[in-house]
């Protein structure tokens, strides 16, 4: 995930990158490719970077609320051909951010909150706009093995919650019998008929909701 395009090196880790908020010697000092440092320019160089991180967090007050849409809808472009690289920064992102503001001040969630708010007033164009952000970090525990089995046999998809899947899914993958190539095969067959099964669902349901409305 995340090539420049060509599926050759990896995009945040290219060398010929434009410097963003790591200058091309940071990220070569980050990321071991340039060793000859002493203990006192490590030092300088890790303090520059800690301040150049602050300033870019600032630099964001300025960017939400000044930086014009089309400028914004440009940067996140889904059609890029680097988008799965940027995807995997946005999510890195978030991550570093969650990582960092652990014991700060303010939460984590109170901040994502506030955040999305600001964001969905400002597509509306008024702070009359509010809505609700639930987030929760709940771990994975010990899952039923025999009632997932259970549910998928017998087709009761409803009832399987997303931590049972993502638990089962792992511990299928890490199975001895767990086969990507066979499994690639066997579900590409299955998707085209999953596919139109779904379209011809949604079909019934726009008629029903028209026969209703008539």
Excluded: C, W
Excluded at 1 to 24: H, K, Q, V
């Amino acid at each position: 995930m995340g090539t420049d395009g060509d599926g050759s090196e990896p995009l945040a880790f290219s060398a010929e990158r434009d410097r963003g908020i790591l200058t091309p010697s940071d990220r070569e000092f980050l990321l071991g490719r340039k060793t000859d440092y002493t203990e006192h320019s490590k030092k300088q160089k890790r303090n520059r970077i800690r301040r150049r991180l602050r300033n870019a967090i600032l630099d964001f007050t300025i960017l939400f609320e000044h930086l014009e849409g089309r400028d914004r809808e440009t940067v996140f472009n889904p059609e890029d051909e680097a988008r799965d690289a940027y995807t995997r920064g946005i999510v890195d992102m978030l991550g570093f951010l969650h990582l960092g503001t652990m014991g700060y001040y303010v939460p984590f969630k109170d901040m994502l909150a506030q955040g999305v708010n600001r964001a969905e007033q400002e597509l509306a164009g008024s702070d009359y706009r509010m809505v609700t952000v639930d987030f929760n970090v709940d771990p994975v525990g010990q899952i039923d093995v025999d009632e997932v089995i259970d549910n998928l046999e017998f087709g009761n998809f409803d009832e399987i919650t997303d931590e049972e899947l993502r638990a089962f899914v792992r511990l299928l993958a890490e199975s001895d019998d767990f086969s990507a190539t066979s499994m690639r095969s066997d579900m590409k067959e299955q998707m085209a008929e999953f596919i139109a099964r779904v379209n011809e669902a949604t079909e019934r349901r726009d008629r029903r909701v028209e026969e209703l409305s008539d």
